[in-house]
């Protein structure tokens, strides 16, 4: 396991790599969150068969906070950085896995770096991008609220971190607090300016394997929504939610969650 320090156009950027020969897997996290939250798939026979790689992304954990943060606390942004550091590590084509924020930053790279095998996504309601979206795909709450708010109080930190993530783990509060609050207004407005593009439509377009795993009690998104949309090719034909878990399935639920990474895994990593 190794923990590497890269310089991209945007920031230097922590990232953990587990090595090895196998095919690769980008992990991308959420909001206000760190590469840590995917311990248990470092910990987890996944990292023997597959390259696993988790990036902080600019403005969060062991990473620096942008340099120009209106271009690098975007979508287009944070895809760029998960690019640069890919490509930094020698890794021409992956799976991706992205989370809440990270999902969205996943499906957006699919249209501008069109190079990976398959993505999978979990608490991410692929919506326009417009406020009229975001109401379609997500819950409204106080907490959902905190995801756009560049300033927030201890206690607001301490909320996300147990809403966001059950049971809380330790790194989640310092994830938190320590987050450059910037790169949450800046990615909230570009998003709903319309120049992240409409994520409902991408996936009911695009070809690249699709898998979505969420949580039966996910605050923070519509499930009903996920109904909705006519896929394109969607792992499964279905969408996979686990039953009494909460945002993040992957953390709360690694035992139910693994398996399905590394059949999709599987899958897009097959020859024809």
Do not use: C
């Amino acid at each position: 396991m190794t923990v590497h320090n890269l310089s991209t156009r945007f920031a230097r950027i922590a990232v953990r790599d587990s090595g090895g020969d196998g095919p690769a897997i980008l992990f991308i996290h959420g909001n206000s969150s760190a590469k840590e939250i995917f311990a248990h798939q470092f910990d987890s026979p996944l990292a023997r068969r597959f390259r696993l790689i988790a990036l902080d992304l600019p403005g969060h954990g062991d990473s620096e906070n942008a340099k120009d943060p209106e271009a690098a606390y975007t979508m287009a942004g944070y895809g760029a950085t998960a690019l640069e550091v890919l490509t930094q590590l020698g890794v021409e084509r992956a799976v991706l896995f992205g989370w809440s924020l990270g999902g969205h930053v996943a499906l957006d790279m699919i249209s501008r770096f069109p190079n990976f095998l398959g993505v999978m996504i979990s608490g991410t309601p692929p919506v326009p991008g417009s406020l009229e979206g975001v109401a379609l795909g997500f819950q409204p709450s106080t907490h959902m609220a905190l995801s756009s708010t560049g300033r927030w109080s201890d206690a607001d930190a301490e909320t996300y971190a147990r809403v966001t993530a059950r049971p809380q783990a330790p790194f989640m509060l310092a994830a938190a607090r320590r987050t450059d609050g910037i790169a949450r207004e800046i990615f909230f407005a570009n998003a709903l300016s319309g120049k992240a593009g409409d994520q409902r439509k991408l996936v009911e377009t695009s070809k690249v394997p699709l898998a979505i795993v969420n949580g039966g009690e996910d605050p923070f998104v519509n499930a009903d929504y996920f109904d909705t949309l006519h896929y394109a090719n969607l792992w499964d034909g279905k969408v996979h939610v686990l039953a009494g878990v909460g945002h993040a399935p992957f953390w709360e639920a690694p035992g139910l969650f693994n398996p399905l990474l590394e059949r999709f895994a599987s899958d897009a990593v097959r020859p024809g």
